[in-house]
């Protein structure tokens, strides 16, 4: 990009609105006195790779990508890192000088990261973690809890098939628990994930017995509308460490922006705000 070419970034998706990513983005450019924009753009399907190899010569050095086209990048991208390929999805691309387009994940990231941030004394060897949900945020929430070295992971999925499925690709270290008795698995868990949708803001509640819950436990929530899901808050009344899921959010861009732009930027309380503002 010549130097007189104001450098551009963006978040894809469909719908796309409701994105908090152009408010992160644009807080690290102004605190960091960089040129730039960050855009969200809603396209479709169709439109998506024509749009993604138009999108360099007009100025963008990479995008995000959301639901849902976080698969479908995979096939169009020139390059994919192994992490995305594990993950079975990308949420970042990195346009490149030669013109081809750079598939990474970054969500395996920012959930460790927002972990470490968020419960320091976190010891992620303490024992199995339970992980409700199979879909692509559990995909990257397991590479990167077995990358960590969590001994054992329980998983539970209201659609089984989609649990064992993912037992199947990354091995023995899963075990697969019906729904009816997710419950259970709290029991034995150090660490325990919500990836599923429930309990977000209009739709259905987590309804899973949280009763089994070891004090001490760290229990976090990708569900970050409400910031305090009623998981988080029984927990927290349960004696356990909690973490809502925004810092995931908040750390997952923080490679893609340093890829961008060139600068490593800070996820502090002035982040934070700026997402939810």
Not at 202 to 221: N, Y
């Amino acid at each position: 990009m010549s130097e007189d070419k104001i450098p551009l970034a963006g978040v894809i998706g469909s719908p796309i609105s409701h994105s908090k990513s152009p408010q992160i983005h644009m807080h690290w450019l102004k605190v960091n006195g960089l040129r730039g924009h960050y855009i969200p753009m809603d396209v479709n399907t169709d439109n998506l790779e024509r749009v993604l190899r138009t999108l360099p010569d007009i100025g963008f050095v990479g995008v995000n990508i959301t639901i849902p086209h976080k698969e479908k990048v995979l096939e169009i991208a020139d390059l994919v890192t192994d992490r995305a390929t594990l993950i079975g999805a990308a949420n970042t691309l990195i346009f490149r000088k030669d013109g081809n387009i750079h598939a990474d994940n970054t969500d395996g990231y920012g959930f460790i990261n927002n972990l470490r941030q968020n419960a320091p004394d976190w010891d992620a060897t303490a024992g199995p973690a339970a992980i409700l949900g199979a879909g692509g945020a559990a995909r990257a929430v397991i590479t990167s809890l077995l990358d960590v070295g969590v001994p054992e992971i329980l998983i539970s999925n209201r659609t089984k098939v989609r649990a064992e499925a993912l037992r199947t690709e990354f091995g023995k270290r899963l075990k697969v628990v019906d729904w009816v008795q997710a419950g259970n698995i709290l029991e034995e868990a150090a660490t325990v994930v919500n990836t599923t949708s429930l309990g977000m803001l209009g739709k259905p509640a987590l309804r899973v017995p949280l009763d089994g819950l070891q004090k001490g436990a760290l229990v976090t929530d990708l569900v970050y509308a409400p910031l305090k899901t009623q998981l988080l808050i029984e927990a927290e009344e349960m004696g356990c460490v909690t973490v809502d899921g925004l810092g995931m959010l908040l750390h997952q861009a923080v490679p893609a922006f340093e890829r961008w732009f060139g600068v490593r930027p800070e996820v502090d309380s002035a982040t934070r705000a700026a997402a939810l503002r």
